[in-house]
């Protein structure tokens, strides 16, 4: 057992983040089933399951959803140029908040009536994201939300990163699975310092995206089905294992050509 007393950033970042992740574990295991049976429900009607990060740091959810090892393979993933950090970080926060910019973007990816999307986004205030939810019901979708209802409810309704109908992510998805994030994101307090450290969202997210992959996985095997998972190229046989979703999806995903 850590003594208080002798506490330092790293013991508290530890204890921060295996409580969280603790909590998700023993909080969220119904969502977590419910989503994994709408994906295994897409997989087997031979669908795409869309994943959509709105902005920021939010958008290494798709990444860490798409073409990973370990994977599922029918993941199309929507990174716009405009709301991912990699021409730059204040262009990023810009676009998140101009309403009607994401629901553009949802029709330039392949997105079909009946098909299942994740919106993830621990914060699920901003244009983009409540523009995404919206449109993709819209057309037809089943929305899937990682994020964390407690942050939403804390910002007020005049915060300018605020969609204009001041609508929450949870409150607009069909499923929402908590990630659990607290008010701000950074959990470590440093004696001195005002400002706290060291964010949870991406581990939470992360760890949500996962441990919905392999209940989606083992609910098909169940079932007999073989589940369409991507093996790491960097190990042997991985390039001549894959190549059979290449030939399979790469007309259909997006970023997979």
């Known amino acids: 057992m850590l003594s208080m007393e002798k ?16 909590k998700i574990y023993e909080e969220e ?10 994906l295994v429900k897409a997989i087997k009607e031979d669908r795409l399951i869309h994943v959509f990060g ?9 990444e860490e959803m798409f073409y990973r090892a370990g994977g599922l393979v029918p993941i199309n993933p929507i990174l716009d140029p405009g709301i991912v950090l990699h021409f730059g970080g204040p262009r990023s926060t810009s676009i998140e908040r101009l309403p009607g910019y994401c629901a553009k973007i949802l029709h330039h990816y392949n ?3 009946g098909d299942p999307i994740i919106i993830v ?40 990163a605020r969609h204009p109908t001041k609508k929450n992510l949870y409150e607009v998805a069909d499923i929402v699975i908590d990630c659990k994030m607290p008010f701000g994101d950074a959990v470590v307090e440093i004696e001195g310092l005002l400002q706290k450290v060291a964010p949870v ?22 079932e007999g089905v073989t589940p369409p998972i991507w093996m790491s190229a960097n190990i042997p046989g991985g390039d001549e294992f894959n190549r059979k979703w290449f030939e399979k999806y790469r007309n259909r995903i997006k970023l997979l050509f």
């Open 7 to 22: 506490l330092d950033s790293l013991d508290k970042y530890y204890l921060a983040v295996t409580s969280l992740l603790k």
């Open 29 to 38: 295991r119904t969502n977590i089933e419910k989503a994994a049976d709408v």
């Open 54 to 62: 709105t902005g920021g740091h939010s958008a290494m959810g798709a």
């Open 111 to 113: 997105l079909r009536e």
């Open 121 to 160: 986004t621990a914060y699920g205030i901003n244009a983009c994201t409540i523009d995404a939810a919206l449109e993709a019901k819209k057309m037809g979708l089943t929305v899937i939300a990682i994020t964390s209802p407690e942050f939403s409810k804390s910002i007020p309704p005049d915060h300018p």
């Open 201 to 222: 969202s991406t581990i939470l997210n992360a760890f949500i995206i996962n441990a919905l992959v392999a209940k989606t996985v083992e609910k098909l095997v169940k």
